[in-house]
């Protein structure tokens, strides 16, 4: 059973920052690719960015240039550096791992970003 948990979401100002953490229970191994997905109110779930065990990385296009992704695999962890924060970024900010094989799909709990005009 894969574990995911978030943490660093909160309040911040249009134009500030914040760096999300997800820490894995597994070795994220090159059979996974780790994402960062959001939920706004009324919204159906996106991605906003994937990084995948070859470290090939994509973005949404509304995050492009503001928002980072990065994984360290020694701490099982994967990052989302956000930047030049929006009020439209609002929303709950859901680590995924996608495994290759066996295939799997595993979420975290969620961690509420808000980003007030």
């Known amino acids: 059973q894969v574990q995911l948990v978030e943490s660093g979401g909160g309040l911040v100002q249009a134009g500030g920052s914040l760096r999300l953490s997800c820490a894995a229970s597994?070795?994220?191994?090159?059979?996974?690719?780790m994402g960062w997905y959001r939920q706004a109110p009324g919204k159906q779930r996106e991605l906003v960015a994937q990084?995948?065990?070859?470290?090939?990385?994509n973005y949404a296009d509304s995050v492009k240039g503001r928002f980072t992704i990065s994984r360290d695999n020694a701490k099982n962890t994967v990052y989302l550096q956000m930047n030049s924060l929006k009020p439209e970024d609002t929303a709950v900010y859901y680590c995924?791992?996608?495994?290759?094989?066996?295939?799997?799909?595993?979420w975290g709990q969620g961690t509420q970003v808000t980003v007030s005009s």
């Open positions: 990084i995948t065990g070859s470290s090939s990385i």
């Open positions: 995924n791992a996608h495994r290759i094989w066996p295939s799997g799909d595993y």
């Open positions: 597994i070795s994220m191994d090159s059979r996974y690719a």
